[in-house]
């Protein structure tokens, strides 16, 4: 009998343990969302209909209803979802965030949240239309008089509410400093986007201080798919019937008013991916995106490179239903893309302006100007501030750092810190020095 019972004891032992970890993650959960409730009531009702925690390490509140006053509007969610690897890291994950720390592994998720297409929350205004720059609303051309693609066009087509999935989460490898990042979103009768990003960082990154201090976030890896869920075959129809072609003819014109629109503003896509892009507007399916660099990459730094070269150093690769495109060749003028966002240039200060000098003070500072040099004289003004422009018209300014085998190592002022670049001293065009 004495047996029995310290067997007894041993099995009850972790059940009181487990029931209290339980209680304490939904008591919790519901104070913190009681709070986000109160708070949000100027804005908006919300309600929802209750907290469930499971034992593989996850926290729901589930059945919420959302109202927004100012924009007379709703949604709803089946849940909303946080993960984690176990139900131990569940219950440090609020210390460890209060703390800083950034969790070995966390994901958030929306399950089944529907948002109706006839409300205010999915509406676009007049401003935001005329803000739109040359490289927005390319999904409507060639559909006819429709100039873009919103909730009205959506509703013609046959949608009525956006109902989907979506999923966001992260695990960080310490020992490699790496952050594997995942997401994905599922609409209903549209489409699926997967993205599997890896982010390498500098030094430790335990901390969210850590991470933001360790300098440049570099790409170690990318895969995206975007599957079709019915979306091209409906934009298809709608936008042949809006210009009234077959859909065949449709797609002709839309590819190649893309492309006329593309390569107006500075970008010029080779045949490979025009004729990828047609493919997949036509038969739907699977599109892949994948980057595999040699060694992680600062993605800031492929703007400095030839297109040829960036494509190659970032490992790109490209598929359409599982065939790969072998042409990924691509061209663009940065100046061009620039004026058709409407960003300006950042240009680096240049030397001060001499001041009137009084009787009084002591000599002027003779003024600095950029003198042109060779090339191959370059290795002789490191430490010095250069300017050199590129083959691909792209110009730079900063310190020389070196030049060694072909390579020339330059560092440019940026705002919110500063970039190395090693640019090939074959592609540079023009070089001056400040003297």
């Known amino acids: 009998m004495s047996k029995l019972k310290t067997v007894g004891i041993v099995l009850l032992v972790p059940l009181l ?10 008591y919790s959960t519901k104070q913190q969302v009681d709070q986000w409730v109160a708070l949000a009531k100027p804005f908006a009702d919300i309600s929802y209909g209750g907290i469930d925690v499971a034992p593989t390490g996850s926290i729901g509140v589930n059945r919420l209803r959302i109202i927004l006053h100012d924009l007379d509007d709703y949604l709803t969610i ?16 609020r210390w460890q965030l209060s703390q800083g720390q950034l969790p070995p592994a966390m994901t958030f998720a929306l399950h089944q949240f529907e948002i109706p297409l006839d409300g205010g929350l999915l509406g676009t205004s007049q401003e ?42 992260y695990r960080l490898d310490s020992g490699r400093n790496v952050m594997e990042l995942q997401l994905r979103s599922s609409s209903r009768d549209w489409a699926t986007v997967d993205v599997d990003l890896g982010l390498a960082a500098a030094g430790a990154a335990r901390t969210l201080a850590a991470l933001a201090t360790s300098g440049p976030v570099k790409l170690s890896k990318l895969h995206v798919v975007v599957r079709d869920e019915g979306f091209n075959q409906r934009r298809n129809q ?26 107006a503003n500075g970008v010029y896509p080779g045949l490979g991916l025009i004729e990828a892009y047609r493919q997949y507007l036509k038969e739907g399916g699977k599109l892949t995106l994948a980057a595999a660099p040699p060694a992680p990459i600062d993605p800031r730094e492929l703007q400095f490179y030839k297109p040829g070269d960036a494509i190659k150093l970032a490992g790109l690769t490209l598929s359409v239903n599982d065939q790969p495109v072998s042409d990924l060749s691509v061209n663009w003028d940065g100046t061009k893309i620039a004026r058709a966002l409407a960003v300006g240039a950042e240009s680096a200060p240049e030397a001060e302006e001499p001041r009137p000098s009084s009787p009084n003070a ?32 792209s110009q730079y300014r900063g310190k020389l750092n070196a030049v060694a ?30 003297q």
């Open 17 to 26: 343990i487990a029931g209290a970890l339980w209680g304490y993650l939904w």
């Open 78 to 93: 089946g849940s909303v979802r946080l993960k984690a690897p176990d139900i131990l890291q569940l219950l440090k994950l």
């Open 128 to 169: 935001t239309l005329s803000r739109r720059s040359p490289f927005g609303d390319l999904d409507a051309l060639g559909c006819g008089p429709v100039t873009a693609l919103g909730r009205a066009e959506w509703q013609e087509m046959g949608y009525h509410h956006l109902i989907g999935d979506m999923e966001a989460g």
């Open 238 to 263: 709608y936008c042949a019937a809006k210009a009234g072609k077959t859909i065949d003819a449709y797609l002709a014109d839309h590819v190649r008013l893309l492309e006329d629109r593309l390569r």
């Open 362 to 393: 002591p000599p002027a500072m003779v003024q600095k100007s950029f003198r042109p040099v060779a090339t191959h004289q370059l290795g002789q003004h490191i430490g010095q501030i250069a300017r050199i422009k590129t083959a691909n018209n």
């Open 405 to 434: 085998e072909g390579s020339v190592s330059i560092t440019i002022s940026r705002s919110g810190g500063s970039v190395t670049l090693s640019l090939r001293q074959e592609d540079i065009t023009d070089a001056q020095i400040l």
